[in-house]
């Protein structure tokens, strides 16, 4: 199988990757990562041992290894800048020549992939604006993951569709007693028609969240939302929303499940009035972010593609259950998540094609 992989420098393609960042974060990072890709305890296991900087004097830093509950705060205090985190992998990748020669292909691109992840949540949490060429860093790395490792006997990540209309790939998953953590997700909404079910578009989210644009071009419109007790003055009426697991059962809770079957959205007796409060059109290499409670909808032309890598970051706010707007005499909606044959592989190459053309009408400008 042949791969294209970023070559990494302090500055790659004009992004500065001197941004220091603890061993801890990439080690949460990695559990995530491993938990949204399915990752075997010995693939996460050998990824550990890669990403154990040492010292000058060739003397292991940090822990030999972390199991998926470990704490952070168990790791030594080792900081290096990312450019020094990449250089780690591809040299003990080389190295390891127990494994077959599919599962190091695989692992690499986790391991260079997680410490991507781990500067553009870096960037987050310091409130720091990503680069063009700093978010184009780190979509190479997922798209590496993606794309490369669709010919493996285990292809990387899991397309799933949302009620939103778009199809979704969990990257990173942290959950913490039922409950989103954080989370990394790329949503794709196809040029396909698919756009979800519109009685149900209005919605709110748990946690705090972020997004970069990938492609194309999406609106957020935001609602005011209060709520009644005459039904007669109802807009919508807030709806509870389920979500089931992935081993094929009919059950749902509402406890967020990182692989799901379905979701469900059940109707309450609240009644609400939803009022329109702005719309903003967001396109390529912008970001925004909406605070946890808040309604909103992202709204895509049915016949263009729109793309964005997505994060929830309960750290920055929570609410203990969101909530979704429906019809005030509707009945209980169910979401499937079959992709219909999709893959992540097609729908990173079809987000990196988009990309490309609009770097080149970019540059034709």
């Not at 890669?50 to 952070?72: E, F, H």
């Not at 989370?183 to 396909?192: E, G, M």
């Not at 007790?229 to 059962?249: F, I, K, M, Q, V």
């Not at 970051?313 to 929570?318: H, K, L, N």
């Amino acid at each position: 199988m042949t791969g294209r992989f970023c070559n990494t420098n302090v500055r790659e393609g004009g992004a500065d990757l001197s941004l220091e960042i603890p061993q801890s974060e990439i080690t949460r990072v990695l559990r995530g990562v491993a938990v949204a890709m399915k990752s075997s305890d010995d693939e996460l296991s050998l990824i550990q041992g890669w990403l154990i900087p040492r010292s000058s004097k060739d003397k292991t830093v940090g822990v030999a290894s972390l199991t998926m509950s470990s704490s952070v705060d168990d790791i030594s205090p080792v900081v290096l800048s990312v450019s020094d985190w990449l250089a780690l992998v591809p040299a003990a990748a080389q190295d390891a020549e127990s494994c077959e020669q599919g599962g190091i292909v695989r692992t690499k691109l986790l391991a260079r992939f997680t410490v991507g992840l781990a500067f553009l949540r870096q960037k987050s949490r310091q409130n720091r604006l990503v680069s063009p060429a700093e978010l184009e860093f780190v979509w190479r790395l997922t798209c590496d993951m993606l794309s490369n490792s669709a010919n493996l006997p285990n292809p990387l990540g899991t397309a799933a569709r949302s009620a939103q209309g778009f199809l979704g790939i969990a990257l990173c998953s942290l959950v913490r007693n039922g409950k989103i953590d954080e989370l990394f997700r790329l949503h794709v909404w196809l040029p396909d028609g698919h756009r979800g079910n519109p009685d149900f578009a209005i919605h709110s989210h748990q946690p705090w969240a972020q997004s970069w644009i990938l492609a194309g071009e999406g609106k957020d419109c935001a609602f005011h939302v209060e709520r009644v007790a005459d039904p007669a003055l109802a807009t919508h009426n807030e709806y509870s929303l389920r979500w089931s697991g992935s081993s094929g059962n009919n059950t749902a809770e509402k406890t967020y499940k990182t692989h799901q079957m379905f979701s469900i959205v059940e109707k309450t007796e609240q009644s609400v009035r939803a009022s329109p409060v702005h719309t903003e059109l967001h396109t390529r290499d912008m970001s925004y972010t909406i605070p946890a409670a808040s309604f909103h909808t992202t709204r895509v032309e049915p016949g263009v593609l729109h793309a964005t890598l997505f994060f929830f970051d309960a750290e920055r706010g929570f609410i203990n259950e969101s909530r979704v707007l429906g019809p005030v005499d509707g009945n209980a909606f169910i979401q499937h998540r079959d992709p219909a044959g999709t893959t992540p592989a097609m729908l990173a190459k079809q987000v990196d094609a988009l990309r490309t053309c609009e770097a080149l009408r970019m540059e034709c400008t």
